[in-house]
């Protein structure tokens, strides 16, 4: 079974510093990675995936995201962050053995203070 | 284009109900997705169809029914609402399944008394 463990519930930081999401990953075979982000009383919006080629993926709004294949790891960053970032963050996965199954982490709740 | 659209955005329940979640997309998409968001446990799918006339169960089908009678459409049917199944609901769709983006619609939250 494929599984995303996004370890923190919350991240703080203040604007203009850089932001880190965690994420990782269980799955079988080469997985299928992707990123997204709700704003409150919204849908999901696409931020950023990975699906083969360089580890390093660039997204919207200047989010960028460094599959680790080693480390299972497929963690989301900013170099510098804006209040408006402030958001709950999801982290996704899909094994080539899932069928049409997108497995979600828990979210994580970034909040960028002034 | 809408993207994806959802009706109804708030729902009020009293155990025992049914009602039908209505989603609808402008894309074209084949694959069409529901899912329901709990806190801290991220989005878990229900059902999700690969093209019109097909369904199929996800991670938590049980007291939820589907339907895709056509393409932009997909029905999310609860036919004896339980208070377990207050929720929000997301549908999604995309055009392919393995490396497409899904695309969100805005949600439909859910009380069940």
């Known amino acids: 079974a494929q599984s995303v463990a996004q370890p923190e519930d919350q991240v703080n930081v203040a604007e203009g510093n850089p932001l880190t999401v965690k994420c990782t990953y269980s799955v079988s075979g080469n997985p299928y990675l992707f990123w997204y982000v709700q704003y409150p009383n919204r849908g999901l919006q696409f931020l950023l995936k990975?699906?083969?080629?360089?580890?390093l993926v660039k997204g919207s709004y200047g989010f960028e995201a460094e599959f680790n294949k080693s480390q299972t790891s497929f963690h989301l960053k900013k170099p510098s962050a804006l209040v408006s970032d402030s958001a709950l963050y999801f982290c996704a996965v899909r094994g080539l053995n899932a069928g049409n199954m997108l497995t979600f982490g828990g979210g994580t709740r970034l909040m960028v203070k002034p | 284009n809408a993207g994806v659209t959802q009706t109804p955005k708030f729902r009020v329940l009293k155990t025992g109900q049914s009602m039908t979640l209505l989603c609808a997309q402008d894309m074209n998409h084949e694959y069409m997705y529901w899912y329901r968001q709990d806190p801290g446990m991220g989005l878990r799918l229900i059902h999700y169809?690969?093209?019109?006339?097909?369904?199929a169960k996800g991670e938590v089908p049980d007291g939820y029914n589907v339907s895709r009678l056509k393409k932009q459409n997909f029905l999310l049917g609860l036919e004896s609402a339980a208070p377990s199944q207050t929720s929000v609901y997301f549908c999604?769709?995309?055009?392919?399944?393995?490396?497409?983006?899904?695309?969100f619609g805005p949600g439909t939250r859910l009380t069940v008394l």
């Open positions: 169809s690969v093209g019109e006339g097909t369904t």
């Open positions: 990975y699906i083969t080629g360089d580890n």
């Open positions: 999604a769709s995309s055009r392919d399944y393995i490396s497409d983006t899904q695309y």
